[in-house]
């Protein structure tokens, strides 16, 4: 069977914070599916809800799990393809589960939320891949688009196939020029900053192999989770005692915010071990209002929420480019922190700078001085101060804004429409 003559292809983004899927319908027309209610873009989290003995996906897994709700939260499973963790088994309430169970259980919701929009049972599927899913070891970056097409033909694909993430993008974009460009393709997600240079040309659009056309790649594991942990680092944990001169003008030791700052270290924060640490460390503060808020976010396990909020700010800050307040009323009245541009400039510098410097690194790459358009997507390319900063690195390109949850989908949907799967 041919993806090209009657099975259409589902042509899936999964990505580290968000997923999207789309498909190129029997008219040829491109439909970016409605994973997550209205949205295109469905967290990539599974929940499995130890109150109703359910397992929750997407956005309703985040708000129970935000909301307190008993059970346990996965999140990041991109990040665990080609480790040895994949086959580990993980407790999951009253069962156990390997990892790979679980990614094969997210891609069933993804492929049954598809089918639902589509009308028909999909089993062709473009599988999207970073650039690098581990940098310098090609060994275990092939195990990982192994294990993310086993995923997949568990869940039901028989037809698969795999396209680059950024040279999806581009495709998307290619649908929208009308002659030959070089484009800087910019795709800055939750995990990753990757970047390709790549000549765009309408008339190309519909070849398999584009290999030709592809400039140069680079990229970076920095990502909108980094930018999350600098700013929850500069405007929430300082008032829970990080970079407090307390007793003997000393600062207070800094290990337990760096934990509770990093997503995936959260819970090593709430160790008996740890908590007791956290506990004895009142002795080295000179104001005890701040040891009672890291008590209080330590005891009442805030760390995910106070990043979700966090996050939240970040985003609204980035929108509108006004002061966002981080909403803390769940830990204390008193304290309101916020997320501001010149707080988002300041923090973030050195992040934004080593992403500029990897988009500037795939130009230079490429073997020409400059590029006609930087063509951004990812929910992170929308973070103002990159936007800025990558303007003012490459003062000569015109910069496109493009889809950027669903953008890679749809490239990805692209080009399954026009290749046969095996
Ligand atoms: N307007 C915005 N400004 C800044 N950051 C944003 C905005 N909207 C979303 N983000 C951030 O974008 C990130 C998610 O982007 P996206 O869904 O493209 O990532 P992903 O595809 O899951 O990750 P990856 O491609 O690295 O695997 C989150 O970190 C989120 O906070
Ligand atoms: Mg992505």
Redesign the pocket.
Known sequence: MSGATNDLVLGI????????AALIDSTGTLQIVPLDGARS?MP?AVFFNQETHNVQYGSAAMQAYLSGTEGRLLRSL?SLLGSSLMDEYTNVGEHSLRYFDIVVLFFKELKRRSEAHAGQVLTHAMLGR?VHFVDDNPARDTLAQETLGRAATQAGFTHIAYQL?PIAAALDYEQRVDAETVALVV????????FTTIRLNPARSRQTDRSGDILATTGVHI???D??RLLDLSTVMPHLGYRHIGTGNRPVPNSVFLDLSTWHLIHQAYTRKAMHFAKELWTDYTDQTLHQRLMAALEGQYGHRLLAEV?AA??AC??SGEDSAVQLDFLDDNSAPSVTAEGMQTALQDAVAQVVRCAQECVARSGLAQVDVVYL????????P?VAALQAAMPQATLVTGN??GG?AAGLAYAGSCQDLS
């Open positions: 983004d999964f990505g580290t914070s968000n997923s999207a873009e990539t991109k970073p993430e795709d800055i997600g939750g995990g990753t900053s990757d990502g909108g989770t930018f999350d996050e970040k985003i980035s929108i997507t990812g929910g992170s390319s929308a973070l103002r990159l950027l949850f890679v």
